[in-house]
């Protein structure tokens, strides 16, 4: 059997290439039909700017929760030395669970335990007058849901490969545990913290299902920028392709700010 200069079989090569195509291609459509010559107006629109400005301010309080909450978390799957492998395996897997379940699930998850019914929401909204749902707050606590795992995962990576040796030798010398995690093992996973990071705002900005399901679609409130997508789509397509390609420019900047963080030995290459 041929093989190309590289040593890969046409067989797979042919697959490779169409995979490929499928990926690229509805990307470049976008770019190919979008309306440059109106996109300046599209975007500047009070609706559209009220939602992007609503989409960077709720993504960004999503990522600074996931950061107080997800390190640690991360730190305690891979530094715990106290765990049996099954617990561990089992809460790698709870934690991955946001990733595969379709974000709709996880709106409906958070309305049955936030809910002025739910589990929880039920006593907010009794002992404090609280109502979550459909608020600000409900964007916010949708998009940590689906975003955590992304810095919890980087993190857990980075703290496997990081040398051990440094964080030894600093509890040798009679640092505090506080202070290793301190001025140790958070510059040594620094790079993946800030990956972790960057994934996280951008899964929170592009996060829909979860939002649209659990803080509904209200203007100024909790409309963000997918769901002004979604919305546009259906009364003006060129405004929703604007947008989309808003989203998609975003996207790209954080895969630029991704290199040499995000497994360096395949992006760096």
Same mark, same amino acid.
């Given at each position: 059997?041929?093989?190309?200069?590289?040593?890969?079989?046409?067989?797979? &090569?042919?697959?490779?290439?169409?995979?490929?195509?499928?990926?690229?291609?509805?990307?470049?459509? %976008?770019? *190919?039909?979008?309306?440059?010559?109106?996109? $300046?107006?599209? &975007?500047?629109?009070?609706?559209?700017?009220?939602?992007?400005?609503?989409?960077?301010?709720?993504?960004?309080?999503?990522?600074?929760?996931?950061?107080?909450?997800?390190?640690?978390?991360?730190?305690?799957?891979?530094?715990?030395?106290? /765990?049996?492998?099954?617990?561990?395996?089992?809460?790698?897997?709870?934690?991955?669970?946001?990733?595969?379940?379709?974000?709709? $699930?996880?709106? $409906?998850?958070?309305?049955?335990?936030?809910?002025?019914?739910?589990?929880?929401?039920? /006593?907010?909204?009794?002992?404090?007058?609280?109502?979550?749902?459909?608020?600000?707050?409900?964007?916010?606590?949708?998009?940590?849901? *689906?975003?955590?795992?992304?810095?919890?995962?980087?993190?857990?990576?980075?703290?496997?490969?990081? +040398?051990? @040796?440094?964080?030894?030798?600093?509890?040798?010398?009679?640092?505090? @545990? /506080?202070?290793?995690?301190?001025?140790?093992?958070?510059?040594? &996973?620094?790079?993946?913290?800030?990956?972790?990071?960057?994934?996280?705002?951008?899964?929170?900005?592009?996060?829909?299902?979860?939002?649209?399901?659990?803080?509904?679609?209200?203007?100024?409130?909790?409309?963000? %920028?997918?769901?002004?997508?979604?919305?546009?789509?259906?009364? +003006?397509?060129?405004?929703?392709?604007?947008?989309?390609?808003?989203?998609?420019? *975003?996207?790209?900047?954080?895969? &630029?700010?991704?290199? +040499?963080? /995000?497994?360096?030995? $395949?992006?760096?290459?």
């Amino acid at each position: 059997m041929r093989r190309t200069k590289r040593g890969v079989s046409p067989v797979i &090569v042919v697959p490779a290439l169409v995979g490929l195509a499928f990926l690229v291609l509805p990307l470049v459509a %976008l770019v *190919v039909r979008a309306p440059w010559g109106s996109i $300046v107006q599209i &975007v500047m629109k009070h609706e559209v700017l009220t939602s992007l400005l609503l989409s960077l301010g709720t993504a960004s309080l999503a990522t600074a929760i996931c950061l107080v909450l997800g390190v640690p978390l991360a730190v305690l799957l891979a530094r715990s030395a106290h /765990w049996h492998v099954v617990p561990r395996r089992l809460l790698r897997a709870l934690i991955t669970v946001p990733l595969v379940l379709p974000p709709v $699930v996880g709106g $409906v998850a958070l309305l049955l335990l936030l809910g002025r019914r739910g589990i929880i929401g039920q /006593w907010l909204y009794a002992w404090f007058q609280i109502t979550i749902p459909f608020t600000p707050a409900a964007v916010i606590l949708a998009q940590v849901f *689906v975003a955590m795992p992304f810095l919890v995962l980087a993190v857990e990576g980075a703290l496997r490969t990081s +040398d051990r @040796r440094f964080e030894l030798a600093a509890a040798t010398l009679g640092a505090s @545990r /506080w202070h290793v995690f301190r001025r140790v093992t958070l510059p040594l &996973v620094g790079p993946g913290v800030s990956a972790g990071a960057l994934l996280c705002f951008t899964r929170s900005l592009g996060e829909f299902g979860a939002t649209i399901t659990f803080a509904g679609s209200f203007p100024g409130t909790t409309q963000t %920028l997918p769901v002004t997508t979604y919305l546009e789509l259906q009364r +003006d397509p060129d405004a929703a392709i604007a947008l989309s390609l808003l989203l998609l420019a *975003v996207a790209v900047v954080v895969l &630029v700010g991704l290199r +040499d963080r /995000w497994l360096p030995g $395949v992006t760096g290459s």
